[in-house]
């Protein structure tokens, strides 16, 4: 079956812009999380949502950070005036639901600000 | 807070030798503890999981960990490396205080097969 995709697999903008990043998870998984690899980083927890609720979005670094997940399957992570420091590879990862499952992890968007 | 620190940014391997990558965790309650492989261009892929079984896990490709709570380590183990082996493994550390949801990863340790 398809696995967690992406959309787009690289974006570049400028300083100041607004991008999103969409994930479409696994068929049938409740739960979505989100990370963010830096270069030569491990990835580094965002936001989880179970359904259509952000159960724990403590890992957003700030207000320019939102993302939904409106119909609790495609999900949308929303960055606000983006500053150099965002450029990172932004994954998206699935599961069947929370709790102990494997994680699901999508390839990822490569994002650029110049 | 939780924390997994991996020994070595790079391990360099022969076809065919052991390989041994190292991850310790810091955890305040039982953790659940996992092994990923990231290819390049790929995303992260599950090699095996701790969770409170057995203190042995085996995964796919060969590889296995061993839990031992005393050492609070969970290192990666494969008796003989493949060159398709090569690629970036990250430890990664979850808890029952978030549900084991959120997972905190490691810096990653790039593994080099050569012939």
């Known amino acids: 079956g398809a696995g967690v995709s992406q959309t787009p697999s690289n974006k570049v903008t400028e300083k100041g812009k607004y991008v999103e990043l969409r994930c479409d998870p696994i068929?049938?998984?409740?739960?979505l999380y989100w990370y963010r690899q830096s270069l030569g980083q491990g990835p580094e927890f965002l936001i989880y949502?179970?359904?259509?609720?952000?159960?724990?979005d403590s890992g957003l670094p700030n207000d320019r950070f939102f993302a939904v997940r409106p119909e609790g399957s495609v999900s949308t992570l929303k960055i606000q005036r983006t500053e150099r420091g965002d450029s990172a590879v932004y994954l998206c990862?699935?599961?069947?639901?929370?709790?102990?499952?494997?994680?699901?992890f999508g390839p990822g968007t490569r994002l650029t600000v110049l | 807070a939780q924390s997994v620190t991996q020994l070595g940014s790079h391990v360099s391997v022969s076809e065919g030798a052991l390989v041994l990558l190292r991850c310790n965790y810091s955890?305040?309650?039982?953790?659940?503890l996992f092994w990923y492989v990231q290819y390049p261009n790929q995303g992260l892929q599950l090699l095996l999981k701790?969770?409170?079984?057995?203190?042995l896990v085996k995964g796919i490709n060969g590889f296995e960990a061993e839990f031992k709570k005393s050492e609070t380590s969970f290192h990666l183990t494969k008796p003989s490396a493949h060159m398709s082996d090569a690629a970036e493994y990250f430890c990664?550390?979850?808890?029952?205080?978030?549900?084991?949801?959120?997972?905190?990863f490691g810096t990653g340790t790039r593994l080099l097969v050569s012939p």
């Open positions: 990862a699935s599961s069947p639901w929370a709790g102990g499952n494997e994680q699901f």
């Open positions: 068929s049938g998984h409740t739960a």
């Open positions: 949502f179970q359904g259509t609720g952000a159960a724990d």
């Open positions: 955890s305040s309650v039982p953790p659940y």
């Open positions: 701790y969770t409170s079984a057995a203190t």
């Open positions: 990664a550390v979850s808890d029952q205080n978030t549900g084991f949801q959120k997972l905190v």
